[in-house]
C-alpha cells in the first residue's frame, strides 16, 4: 500500500469471456502466421537479438521506438483507413486487439478515479483498489458509466488529462517460449529466479500515462497444479510481473503471479518510479502491453510535414526545368539537411533493415515508405545542389566558410551512420 499503490491487478475472471476468447484466438492466429519477430536493438553500441518475439500492432502510421529501434504498427482496423491484410484472420487478430484495447482503457480510467477518489477522501487504507468491481458489465454500458462518473467525480479538465493519459495508440505483442531458450539471466536483487525481461522502464511514452498489460500463457493443468504451499518464495513454474522501486534495492520487490488472462495496469508515473521485469514461468507465453506512445515524431503524419518544410528550399525552373535551391542560407540548411537525415536513418533504414517481415501481415507500409524515398531522392539531389554552390569562386569566402561549416558537420554525422547501418 505504500510503495506500490499504484499498481493495480485484475484476475482473468474478471474480463468477459468472450473478450478472453477473442484476444487468445488472435494470439495463436499471429503466432501460426509467424508473425512474432526478434528484434535486433543497439545497447550501448552493441547489436543485441532480443531473446522475446514482438509485433507492434496500434494507429495507423504510428510507430514505436526503443532501443534504437523503431517498430511499425500493423494497423489495427481504423475507420477512414483501408488496410490490406494478408489474410481475414489477421484482420480479425487486429480487431481483438482494439477491443482489447478499448477494454483496458475504460478500467485504467476507472482505477485513475478511484485513486483521485480515495486521495480527495483521504482514506488511504484503500490505496490498493479491489479491481473486481463491475468487470462483467459490458464494453458499451462501461463506456456511459466512466463518462458519468467522470461528470460527477473528476473535475473536466482532469477527466481529459485522464482520458489522454489513458487513450492507447498501440500494443506491443510479446511471445516466449521458455523451453526453447538456452540461457535466462537470474535475476540479481532478490532471488526471484529466471528472467524473461530484464529490470527496465518502458521508454518512449506520454508522460504520467499508464501501461496496461495482458497475460496469456498456455499452461496446462500440470503447470497450473504444481503444490505452492510447499515452495519457498515464488513458484517457478508460473509466469511473474517483477516490481521494484527504481535505484532502491533496500524496499522489498514484489513478484506477483499471471495466470492466464490475468492482466495489470501501471498507473500515472509508476512506470518511471518504478522499475518492472518479467519472470519466466514453464510454458510459453504471449501478451499484449497497451501503451500512449510518445508519437510526436514517430507518425508518419509527423515525418511528411518534415519532408515538405524542406522541400521546400527546392524549385524547378518552368522553361528548363533546372532545379535550384531558394536560399543557401545557413540556418535553412542546416535544417533541409538535418531532415535529410532523419527521413534516412529514422524512417527509410530502421524500416527495412528488418526486412520484409510486415508483409507477412499486411502490405500497408509500402505506399508511404516508397514515397518517403521519393522525397528522400530529391534532398539528395539538394545536397548535390549546395556542393556546387559552395564551390563557386564568386561567392563570399565569409559566407562559404559558415555554410561549409554546418554542412560538413551533418554530412560527417551521415557518413558516420550509414558506416554504422550498413554494420547492423
Known sequence: ?????????????????????????????????????????????????????????????????????????????????DVNYCSPEIHDACKALIRLNDYLHIEAVKALQGQNL????????????????NFATSLKEKGSAS????????????????????????????????????????EPYFG???????????????????????????????VEESNEQELKGRDPAVWHVGLKVAWDVETPGIAIPLHRGDFYLMLDDLNMTHQHCVL????????????????????????????????QNLQ???????????SLETAVVKQVEEIHNEVEFEWLRQFWFQGKRYLKCTDWWLKPMAKLEEFWRKMEIMTGLVLSEVRKKERIEEQRHETINCFLLVLTERQRLRKEWTAR
Request: proline share 4%; hydrophobic share 30%.
Open 280 to 311: 519466466a514461468g514453464l510454458s510459453p507465453r504471449f501478451s499484449s502491453t497497451h501503451r500512449v506512445a510518445d508519437c510526436s515524431r514517430g507518425t508518419l503524419q509527423y515525418i511528411f510535414g518534415q519532408c515538405e518544410l524542406a522541400l
Open 118 to 133: 480515495f486521495e480527495t477522501k483521504e482514506m488511504k487504507d484503500t490505496a490498493v483498489i479491489d479491481s473486481g468491481h
Open 147 to 186: 463518462k458519468d462518473q467522470s461528470s460527477c467525480c473528476v473535475p473536466e479538465d482532469d477527466y481529459l488529462s485522464l482520458k489522454n493519459r489513458t487513450s492507447y495508440n498501440l500494443t506491443l505483442l510479446n511471445y516466449m517460449d521458455p523451453l526453447q531458450m538456452l540461457y535466462l539471466k537470474q
Open 1 to 81: 500500500k505504500t510503495k506500490y499503490s499504484k499498481l493495480i491487478f485484475g484476475k482473468s475472471d474478471t474480463v468477459p469471456e468472450e473478450l478472453h476468447q477473442m484476444v487468445q484466438e488472435g494470439f495463436l492466429t499471429l503466432r501460426k502466421h509467424d508473425c512474432f519477430f526478434q528484434d535486433l536493438v543497439r545497447i550501448k553500441g552493441k547489436d543485441f537479438v532480443t531473446p522475446v518475439s514482438r509485433i507492434l500492432i496500434g494507429n495507423p502510421g504510428c510507430t514505436y521506438k526503443y532501443l534504437n529501434t523503431r517498430l511499425f504498427t500493423v494497423p489495427w482496423p481504423t475507420e477512414g483507413y
Open 316 to 326: 524547378t525552373d518552368s522553361d528548363s526545368k533546372a532545379l535550384s535551391l531558394k
Open 192 to 222: 526471484m529466479g529466471n528472467m524473461a525481461v530484464s529490470w527496465h522502464h518502458d521508454e518512449n511514452l506520454v508522460e504520467r500515462s499508464t501501461v496496461a498489460v495482458y497475460s496469456y500463457s498456455c499452461e496446462g493443468s500440470a
